[in-house]
């Protein structure tokens, strides 16, 4: 039996957890406040991964250390570089092998939207240049490493344009006006096919060393990826519409949250497909159809609801 050490127990970080645990691995879990999934192999711990010692010390005999972690996304650049700076740290003091759950920010606007792992880190945004940091320290660290890009997540608990617009506005039956070109292809990352790479890839050493794509489902617009939903979930259809751009710039200027989204927006008012063709044919693995990770979230937002009933 293996050990493993996951930092962060979002949807990601818990389903690598279970993963693991069903393989018969012993997982421990790190976080602030000791959350993480129910299993007799998967241990949570209270603690402060951007303590260096403390990381360390918990990394022990472990065989991967994987990085899951979802630091508050206004304060990127003041809580990343601490926390990723541990993680690398404790992995070169333990051996372990340091798997980075990635994204596509690293690349910035791609001319024609399509992404592969040889585009160029061209990202010239605050938090794009925060990930290209951590990945380039990663590399030059010495450490056996690999990180994994997905593109927006489509999930049970996964945070989204489609969780945080669409599905609010369905549920509520009103118009759903999303910050996006509604009919731009999208690839969309279901969290289980992310952690589903995360785990098989960093226990491959031909992975190690470089970025891979997860294997995602064909992309689809903003508009279709709702239909979709709409047809499994059973919910009414909703008016769709796009936010014009300048609006959540001009929110920008005062609200916080608003001004992250923003910088970010040229990933949803163009198409935005990544390819993962590579992570295909190398490592044999296929992404979900989308219709399982939407009748996921379709799930889960129907035993919120009876809960609140």
Not at 29 to 36: D, E, L, P, Q, Y
Not at 192 to 212: C, F, P
Not at 251 to 261: H, K, N, Y
Not at 273 to 299: I, N, P, Q, Y
Request: net charge positive; glycine share 8%.
């Amino acid at each position: 039996m293996s050990k493993h050490v996951i930092v962060g127990s979002g949807p990601v970080g818990s389903s690598v957890a279970r993963l693991l645990a069903e393989r018969g691995e012993s997982v421990r879990m790190v976080t602030r406040s000791g959350t993480g999934p129910a299993h007799p192999l998967i241990e949570r711990v209270a603690a402060d991964a951007a303590d260096a010692a403390r990381l360390t010390e918990l990394t022990r005999d472990a065989v991967t250390l994987y990085n899951c972690a979802n630091p508050k996304y206004t304060q990127w650049e003041s809580l990343w570089p601490p926390l990723a700076g541990a993680m690398l740290t404790a992995a070169q003091r333990t051996g372990a092998v340091l798997a980075t759950t990635g994204n596509l920010y690293v690349y910035g606007p791609v001319p024609g939207g399509r992404m592969t792992e040889d585009s160029p880190l061209a990202a010239t945004g605050r938090k794009g240049r925060v990930r290209i940091k951590m990945w380039q320290d990663a590399l030059a660290s010495g450490v056996r490493t690999v990180e994994v890009r997905g593109s927006d997540y489509i999930g049970a608990g996964a945070a989204s344009v489609f969780s945080m617009v669409l599905l609010p506005a369905i549920h509520k039956g009103r118009t759903a006006w999303a910050p996006a070109d509604i009919n731009a292809p999208h690839t969309f990352t279901y969290t289980g096919d992310m952690a589903r790479a995360l785990v098989e890839l960093a226990g491959d050493e031909r992975a190690w060393g470089r970025a891979w794509h997860v294997p995602s489902a064909p992309a689809i617009s903003v508009k279709d990826l709702a239909a979709r939903y709409l047809a499994i979930s059973g919910d009414k259809p909703v008016p769709i519409r796009q936010l014009p751009r300048f609006v959540m710039r001009t929110a920008g200027l005062a609200v916080p949250m608003a001004r992250e989204l923003a910088e970010m927006d040229y990933q949803f008012y163009a198409p935005f497909v990544m390819d993962s063709s590579l992570t295909e044919r190398t490592f044999g693995l296929k992404a979900t159809d989308l219709d399982v990770s939407l009748a996921e979230v379709a799930a889960g937002a129907a035993a919120t609801a009876s809960r609140t009933m």
